[in-house]
T-cell receptor
Framework: AAGVIQSPRHLIKEKRETATLKCYPI?????VYWYQQGPGQDPQFLIS???????DKGSIPDRFSAQQFSDYHSELNMSSLELGDSALYFC????????????FGQGTRLTVV | DAKTTQPPSMDCAEGRAANLPCNHS???????VYWYRQIHSQGPQYIIH???NNETNEMASLIITEDRKSSTLILPHATLRDTAVYYC???????????????FGSGTQLTVLP
């Protein structure tokens, strides 16, 4: 069965650079969620989209932005990268109806040096 | 979303049942209990969820108390591959019947011992 695809799997950037992470949800899923997981931390919700519109916003820094495109894939854009942005970034997708589970991708490991 | 409380760590012998408790005493009537697990640095994996009744699937069983203030995830025959962090999450539904995001708290590190 198709799963959530994230690219790239690994990314190394220097401070003050920009990064773009991509997420391809499971076909027919209309909702995408982004999470950040720092070393030794639990996943923290950043932002979500439903039918290409921003749905909920969590602890996403102003330096980050995201969008969902017409084909439902989503991109997380990160600018002015800081060392503290080094983390695993997970994308999840679901059908936005009652009591359906969200499926997570394998994540992108971002390292800022 | 309602806050959940889980023990930080538990051990279980391989082949035995693992019983992972979760307290969610402030849960509301429209909130589901979800369980996910995360094997080291992999994406969280869905296990099971329920509203009021006990649930069972091929991975686990979920027992929810009658007052819904706590639940227990049961892995009937734990294997070494079940070693992971297990997250109990209470997820609110909004009025349209849609679901909000999953909010991860501090889960339980389950270690299955040979």
């Amino acid at each position: 069965a198709a799963g959530v695809i994230q690219s790239p799997r690994h990314l190394i950037k220097e401070k003050r650079e920009t990064a773009t992470l991509k997420c391809y949800p499971i076909p027919r899923h209309d909702t995408v969620y982004w999470y950040q997981q720092g070393p030794g931390q639990d996943p923290q919700f950043l932002i979500s989209f439903y039918e290409k519109m921003q749905s909920d916003k969590g602890s996403i820094p102003d330096r980050f932005s995201a969008q969902q495109f017409s084909d439902y894939h989503s991109e997380l854009n990160m600018s002015s990268l800081e060392l503290g942005d080094s983390a695993l970034y997970f994308c999840a997708s679901s059908v936005r109806t009652a009591s359906t589970e969200a499926f997570f991708g394998q994540g992108t490991r971002l390292t800022v040096v | 979303d309602a806050k959940t409380t889980q023990p930080p760590s538990m051990d279980c012998a391989e082949g035995r049942a693992a019983n992972l408790p979760c307290n969610h005493s402030t849960i509301s009537g429209n909130e589901y209990v979800y369980w996910y697990r995360q094997i080291h640095s992999q994406g969280p994996q869905y296990i099971i969820h329920g509203l009021k009744n006990n649930e069972t699937n091929e991975m686990a069983s979920l027992i929810i108390t009658e007052d819904r203030k706590s639940s227990t995830l049961i892995l009937p025959h734990a294997t070494l591959r079940d070693t992971a962090v297990y997250y109990c999450i209470v997820r609110v539904l909004i009025s349209s019947g849609s679901a909000r995001q999953l909010t991860f708290g501090s889960g339980t590190q389950l270690t299955v011992l040979p």
